[in-house]
């Protein structure tokens, strides 16, 4: 079941031209559209299905910088200022808060992992604190005989209503001259002498000299059939919704659940880190490039095959440019929700907070999170075809990172200063000889 997204209105025209062309319409897509259109620069903005309809409104809703790998510590620090802004230049709420996050643990290994990030937070001057156990146990009373060790508080950290988000970001690049367009399936691009020409579409061509790839899970495939190598693999998870339920805390991490309050007073409930990865024939040809990502973290991920070794982001296809695309034929990527991870998930929130014994669920999801060997996402331009940019592979980072991904991206499009150094998100990493590093966090 897809989880409930605002939904916005289409522009009815298709643009000739537009000197830059976004595809994808979720929190990457629609931050790049806003920052590209409030320098002045006509935009159109693509979405196979519906804004906001995949990833972007399938996660946990948390915009952090605690805890994140010092690659994207940059971007996650800008991205915390640039949610406050967008709040007030748009106009709307996007749920955006700074209410801060709350970890608590009773795993010594973990805690100390913690303690250890604190020299990587004093570096970007993070405001974070360890939380004795009696402190975390005044945020989260334990229960059933647990005794928390200790956990983190991080202070300006926040949450934002995936609901809404993309969606709203969206209408604001309208508001600057961006025209954005649903149900509307980029097929494939021209190209003229190794750079950019226009972009086909189901209902039509539009010519530019920019197109940034911001498709999510569908990336890879997409850019595969131009014989661009973008290496990728999709982890399942799934996640529930409440019902409205008494206020237990904003947002909150423990080693058996997280939950995070939307603006309804329902909860988003999940497990971290308890995820599916399905064999695809796609897996299959990066399996190499992800072994050391899969050693590191195999613990907390099942390996199943499912129907996405036949359909989806990662099966086996062709497709023609003047013919439909499976672009079209999977208008919204809605995988099921693990019926046992959604059972487990609101069974360990009960035993923790009683409170939640009579409250119900809601709707529950499946999301499928586009991940990088390194956990890190490309943000770059693609060596070898002027005028073709990147950005997807959040590896379940993407949402609260999503408008500084979407600055930067606007920055390499518009041949701005870098609001960041782009250096570390350049898709060439994997095929240069760098040392690739796999992401802690």
């Known amino acids: 079941m897809s989880p409930v997204t605002h939904r916005i209105s289409s522009n009815e025209a298709l643009p000739p031209s537009a000197d830059v062309v976004v595809i994808g319409g979720g929190i990457v897509g629609t931050s790049t559209a806003y920052f590209l259109a409030r320098r002045g620069l006509s935009v159109a903005l693509l979405e196979k299905g519906y804004v906001g309809c995949e990833q972007s409104s399938r996660n946990w809703g948390w915009c952090r910088q605690q805890n994140r790998d010092a690659r994207e510590l940059p971007l996650s620090g800008i991205s ?46 993070v405001n974070t604190r360890m939380l004795s156990a009696d402190e975390a146990a005044r945020i989260v009373p334990p229960t059933g005989g647990k005794r928390w060790l200790g956990g983190v508080h991080s202070i300006e950290d926040g949450k934002a209503e995936p609901a809404l988000a993309a ?89 058996g659940f997280a939950l995070t309050r939307r603006l309804d007073g329902s909860y988003t409930l999940a497990i971290s880190g308890k995820a599916t990865l399905e064999l695809t024939p796609q897996g299959i040809r990066y399996a190499r490039e992800f072994l050391p990502m ?25 497709w023609r440019l003047d013919a439909p695309t499976p672009f079209e034929r999977t208008r919204v990527l809605d995988p099921a929700a693990d019926g046992r991870v959604i059972a487990m998930a609101l069974a360990r929130a009960r035993a923790q907070f009683p409170e939640l014994a009579t409250v119900g669920i809601a709707d529950a999801w499946g999301a499928y999170i586009d991940s990088t060997p390194d956990a890190v996402p490309f943000i770059s331009e693609v060596d070898g075809r002027a005028g073709l940019f990147v950005a997807t592979g959040c590896s379940g980072h993407g949402f609260g990172v999503g408008p500084g991904i979407g ?27 760098s040392k690739i590093e796999v992401g802690d966090f």
């Open 80 to 125: 915390m200022r640039l949610w406050d802004e967008l709040t007030t230049e748009i106009g709307k709420d996007l749920g955006f808060r700074r209410c801060g996050l709350h970890y608590a643990t009773d795993n010594p290994e973990q805690l100390a992992t913690w303690e250890k990030w604190r020299e990587t937070a004093r570096q970007f001057g």
């Open 167 to 255: 969606p709203l970001i969206a209408e604001g690049a309208r508001m600057h001259g961006a025209t954005i367009h649903q149900n509307c399936a980029a097929r494939g691009l021209e190209f003229a002498n190794g750079a950019v020409q226009g972009v086909v579409t189901e209902h039509g061509t539009i010519r530019t000299n920019a197109v940034l790839c911001a498709a999510g899970a569908w990336a890879s495939s997409f850019l595969r059939w131009h014989g661009i190598d973008l290496p990728q693999a999709s982890v399942r998870q799934s996640t529930l919704r409440t019902m409205p339920a008494p206020n237990l805390g904003e947002a909150i991490f423990t080693p």
């Open 294 to 318: 899969f050693a590191k973290r195999l613990k907390a991920v099942e390996i199943g095959i499912g129907s996405s070794f036949f359909s989806g982001p990662e099966a086996l296809g062709s």
């Open 407 to 433: 600055h930067l991206a606007a920055d390499l499009i518009a041949s701005d200063k870098p609001c960041v150094d782009p250096t570390p998100f350049r898709l060439s990493r994997f095929h240069d000889r």
